[in-house]
């Protein structure tokens, strides 16, 4: 039997030493009401070159109506949703390069957030694996 993934790409926005975060719609069906990093799925009609970042650029700006530019890459992981389906994460540090961020669609995201790190560490809706990608991000501002 084969066996394929979906592909999805996320942002780690930072902003005078904060982090660009949402609350997912609780009409989402994976990680409803959480915080979250901002992004989406790979599409097939994406660039076949650059096709992580081309897709993570139009995901930022379907969902929250800014321009970024993609500074490096975080980490990846990979997880199965409700339903069996088996996802591929993989998260980039970016910075806005132009707009003013918004939710666009309210059934994907309720609210957006500019946390600390230590405000995110102490959230109650601010998942684990969140926290793993500030925290790695953090570390490649650093260096």
Known sequence: MTSYFTINVEAVIIKDNKWLLCTRSKKEKHAGGVLSLIGGTVEHS?????????????????????????????????FVINGGNHTIDIVFLCEIVEGEPSPINPDEIESLHWMSTDEIRTNANSPSWLLTSIERASDIKKS
């Open 46 to 78: 994406d660039p076949k070159q650059d096709t992580l970042e081309s897709a993570l650029i139009r995901e930022i700006y379907e969902e929250i109506g800014v321009k970024i530019s993609i500074i490096d890459f975080v980490h990846n992981t990979c």
